[in-house]
Structures are given as structure tokens and as C-alpha cells.
């Protein structure tokens, strides 16, 4: 029932298959039952850990209000009639504890081998059937015989992206004209050299180009051409040339541009 709790429904077994891996024979345990430790090792054939503790009462309940299970041993003839299975049975034993009260917070709910399945039990009576166990083998009733079945915790299947590295542009050679995005197939990036973030334009946006050059790396999520690319001026970008269509500057539209970007500035300044 622990194990089955601790890996989330994954290890779904009976007791007696724990037999072969808890380091006692069939004999052994017929003459002298299992221990916490016992438990620990058989889990381990499966991965997982039976966290063993010594602790009082107190800190059982604490660890059941945090969400984690508990393995009490305990004295089965200490247990009131309403919480026992079996009228014969008056030695040592041991319950598993699930971390589900009662609304009054008064009972927990128990898996019991010798009921066959889970019940409520009051935590006047777990309490007493484990500080019983104490005292007969340790004489302190504070030190009890248990053990913490940590609560099943989902895997990170959502890692954190690493950063990825600014694009270099290699080869540079200054160029101007304009560079609008193709109409067909859809909208067109342009992406960012400082952190590779995509800028999605509208069909037939035009951009000034102030030069070209080739990635490094080349971009490894667009099909085609994915190196030869023009700089884009007032982005900071850059545009895959197999995306666009390019018009060089003349003479004139050279020098309008810059006057025009002349004007632009100066009007800023004041």
C-alpha cells in the first residue's frame, strides 16, 4: 500500500512480493515477522526509499498533515474492538497510514493487511497501538517504530529553455534599398540579433536595409536559405533574403534617404 502510494500507482503489489527482496526468508518471517528495515530494503528493488523514523506521535500526525504517508508498527491487541480486524490477533504489526482525516480531523484512514482493504481509524487508537509497540521493545513510549512514505511528485518534464546565443552576422558588406516582405505564404519574420526573437510583419512591409551578410549559425527552424541575409536599420534585425524582395537604392533614392534620415534627427534634437 506505501509503495503504491510513493510511486504514484506505478508499483501496484502484494506484501508477498516484497518477500524475496527484504532480506528474510519465508521461515524467518513466519517465526519472526518483519521490520522497517525489511520494508526499506524490499523498496529498494523498486527505487524508492522508506524514510525510518523514531519519533513520537506528534510528529506522525505532522507528517500525514504535510501530505506524506506513514508505516506504523504497533501492538494489534492495544487497538479497541471498533478498529480491529481480528479478534485473535494480539502481537505485533504493522498498518499502513494514508494521509486522508476524517472531517473533524479525528480519524485517518488506515490500510490494514488483516481487513483486507482501507478503513477510518480514530488517532486516539492508532496512538495507542504504536506507543504500546514502544514501550514492550524500547520501554519509551516516544520512541516509535515507523516510517515516512514520501507522496508520489511528478518529474520535471518542463526544464527551462536554455538561452540561446546572439546571431553573429559574418561577411558584412554595406548595402541600401529597401527590402519588402513577399505577399504569398503568409506573414514574414524578421529576427532579432541581440536574442533570436522573431518580429512578425504583415505581407508587403517594407523595411531599409543598410547592409548584408551570412549567419552564423544559420537559423535551424526555416526551410530553404536559411544564412544569406539583409540588415535591417532600425531593428537591429535581420531579414532572411529568401523572404523578401529587394530593391537597391539609385543615386537619388540614396541621397533622399539619408536626407530624409538627416531631417529625421535633427528634428529629434530639437
Not at 140 to 150: M, Q, T, V
Request: aromatic letters at 8%; proline letters at 6%; one cysteine or more.
Amino acid at each position: 500500500m506505501g509503495l503504491d502510494f510513493t510511486t504514484g500507482g506505478q508499483v501496484s503489489i502484494w506484501g508477498g512480493q516484497l518477500i524475496p527482496y527484504c532480506g528474510r526468508t519465508v521461515s524467518d518471517i513466519i517465526g519472526r515477522g518483519t521490520n522497517l528495515i525489511n520494508v526499506d530494503n524490499a523498496w529498494h528493488h523498486w527505487g524508492q526509499d522508506l524514510d525510518i523514523r523514531a519519533d513520537p506521535f506528534e510528529d506522525v500526525v505532522r507528517t500525514l498533515t504535510a501530505g506524506d504517508g506513514v508505516i506504523a508498527q504497533g501492538w494489534y491487541d492495544a487497538l479497541p474492538a471498533i478498529d480491529r480486524c481480528s479478534d485473535t490477533f494480539d502481537r505485533g504489526h504493522a498498518v499502513y497510514v494514508h494521509p486522508a482525516f476524517n472531517g473533524n480531523k479525528t480519524s485517518v484512514l488506515v490500510g490494514d493487511p488483516l481487513c483486507g482493504g482501507f478503513k477510518y481509524m480514530r488517532l486516539t487508537s492508532l496512538r495507542a497501538y504504536m506507543e504500546q509497540l514502544a514501550r514492550r521493545e524500547r520501554n519509551d513510549e516516544d520512541r516509535l517504530f515507523w516510517g515516512r512514505a514520501p507522496r508520489f511528485q511528478l518529474p520535471d518534464t518542463d526544464p527551462e529553455e536554455p538561452d540561446m546565443p546572439a546571431l553573429i552576422v559574418e561577411k558584412a558588406a554595406a548595402a541600401s534599398g529597401v527590402a519588402k516582405t513577399k505577399v504569398t505564404g503568409g506573414k514574414r519574420a524578421a529576427v532579432q540579433i541581440a536574442d533570436r526573437e522573431y518580429i512578425f510583419l504583415e505581407p508587403g512591409t517594407s523595411k531599409r536595409v543598410i547592409g548584408q551578410g551570412m549567419l552564423v549559425p544559420p537559423l535551424d527552424d526555416n526551410p530553404g536559405d536559411r544564412s544569406s541575409v539583409w540588415l535591417i536599420g532600425d531593428e537591429l534585425a535581420v531579414f532572411l533574403k529568401m523572404d523578401v524582395d529587394y530593391t537597391p537604392d539609385t543615386a537619388s533614392t540614396f541621397n533622399q534617404g539619408v536626407e530624409a534620415a538627416s531631417k529625421k534627427a535633427l528634428e529629434a534634437k530639437q
